[in-house]
Structure formats: C-alpha cells, structure tokens
C-alpha cells in the first residue's frame, strides 16, 4: 500500500513485520486477467515492481535472487543443457541460465504474458536476453505444461514463482513435484524458492517431504540475503532426481556476476545450527 503518497509498505499480520521504501511515484499499474502489476520509482532501490501489492522485485537487490536460482543448480549440475523455468516472468532468471554455454535450450513459461511485456518496459535490463534463439517464452499454465511434457526431456527444472497463493498455489505440492520428477533426466536436478528460512521453516520441511514423496532422492537447501523480501533472507531448495554427488565450483564463473562466486556457492549450502535443527 500507499501512505502519506510517498512509501510503498508491505506488511504482514501473521509475521508480524513489515518492510518499506520511499517513492517517487507510480510509474504503471493495471490488471491482467490473473493479478495486479504495479510500478514504482523509489528513492534508493531504483524502480520497484508488485504483484497483487507485494514486492517481486528492485533494480537495486534483484542481482541476488536471479543469481542464486540459477547459477548454484547450473554447478551443482554439471552439464545442464534442456532447462525450463517454470514462472519467472520479469526475465531475470531466464538472463542469468543463459549465460551458461553448456545451455541449449530454455523454455520459460509463465502465464500472465503481461507481467513479461511490463519487464520489458520497465525492465530492460532483466529482459536482454529475451531474444537469445535458444530461449523460448511460453505464456501458458506451466502445471498443465508438465503434465503433457515428455518424461526423461528436462535437465534442470527451475521454479521462479510468486509465494504459494494465488496463480502460483499448485506448485507448491507432492502432485505437481511428481510430475517434475517425471520429465526430469536421471541425472536431473530442480530448484524452487522456499521463502525465508528465518520465518518459514514449517514450508519449507514439507516441501522438501513432499519432493521426497514425489520420488527425489535428496533435497538441499541453500540461503542467500534479499533486502525486500520478508526478514532480508530468502532460501531456495534443490532436489535430485537421482542419488548422484552435486558438483561443487572449482573457481568463479567466466561471465559477469555481482554475487554469484565459488565461495558464495559453498556458503549457501553451509546451514546454520537451528536449520540443522
């Protein structure tokens, strides 16, 4: 929400906690057939995208997000080549697997095609890689997208959703992870954001059960810092189709990151003791 015209708040009740940033004004607000996509200008976290009044993303701290979906399950798998995304829509998680060469193809899909279009806009930065020929965007029902994909097709599985509500509330279940299992290689590995590790601990155990009812051999969960999101840190989960050993980064990437390294790849796994817990 808007207090006062010049702070974007969010906040929550049942966590008891909140977050903000001064603005400068609304840049773009509509409703798509499934949610509502608004844009602002903020003082310090340059321009800032919501969905259904909650934060997606920022010019000033997205780089982590991006990074931290995409480049630790690339390592960790070694040779990834068929990758699909699976949400995503701003683009950015898309940028960041195509800077791997040993990518041959990406296909993302997201459903709401306007929340891409708004990207592109207003976002031009996450979306330069959009016209890459090995990327393809699918604006369809990425559940209905797996159901009829082909079993043993996909390397490497990325779920880029919004918080399990809403358009995203499927994703977040032992059938749909079944059918992910599926279409995964042997060898294959899937990664979905798990919110915050601080806060929400009860989700993230039954994701990583319900993955493992699905038929994934294991699941690891890796952390990173995001200053808009609830409590500044957020966690993805990383589930192996098989029992093999992920690969761990023998030195930092070729290409351009500005968190990603091998060291940062090694502390993302490393859990603190009340995650052991």
């Not at 259904?52 to 995409?70: A, C, I, K, Q, S």
């Not at 806009?121 to 965007?137: K, M, S």
């Amino acid at each position: 929400m808007i207090s006062d015209g010049d702070w974007y708040t969010e906040s929550s009740d049942e966590l008891g906690l909140g977050f903000g940033l001064k603005i400068r004004g609304k840049l773009h607000e509509e409703r798509s057939p499934f949610q509502t996509i608004a844009v602002y200008e903020t003082e310090t976290f340059g321009r800032l995208m919501t969905i259904d009044g909650l934060v997606m993303l920022t010019d000033r701290d997205n780089f982590l997000y991006h990074e931290m979906m995409t480049h630790p399950a690339l390592t960790a798998h070694g040779n990834a080549a068929r990758v699909v995304i699976i949400g995503g829509g701003d683009c950015g998680t898309l940028r960041e697997v195509l800077k791997h060469d040993h990518v041959e193809h990406v296909t993302q899909i997201d459903i709401d095609e306007r929340v891409t279009r708004v990207a592109e806009q207003y976002f031009p930065r996450l979306t330069e890689a959009n016209d890459d020929p090995r990327a393809r965007l699918a604006f369809i029902d990425g559940i209905a997208w797996m159901r009829e994909a082909a079993a043993d097709s996909v390397d490497l599985i990325i779920i880029d959703s919004t918080d399990p509500i809403g358009p995203a509330e499927g994703l977040f279940n032992e059938a749909f992870y079944r059918e992910c299992h599926r279409v995964l290689a042997h060898d294959g590995l899937m990664v979905q954001q798990s919110e915050s590790p601080l806060v929400h601990q009860q989700l993230i155990a039954d994701m990583s059960a319900a993955m493992q009812r699905a038929g994934f051999a294991a699941t690891d969960l890796l952390s990173f810092p995001q200053p808009c999101y609830p409590t500044g840190w957020w966690s993805a989960t990383l589930a192996r189709a098989s029992a093999r050993e992920l690969v761990a980064p023998a030195r930092d990437p070729a290409f351009e990151t500005f968190y990603y390294t091998a060291d940062i790849h090694r502390a993302a796994f490393a859990r603190p003791a009340f995650m052991r817990r």
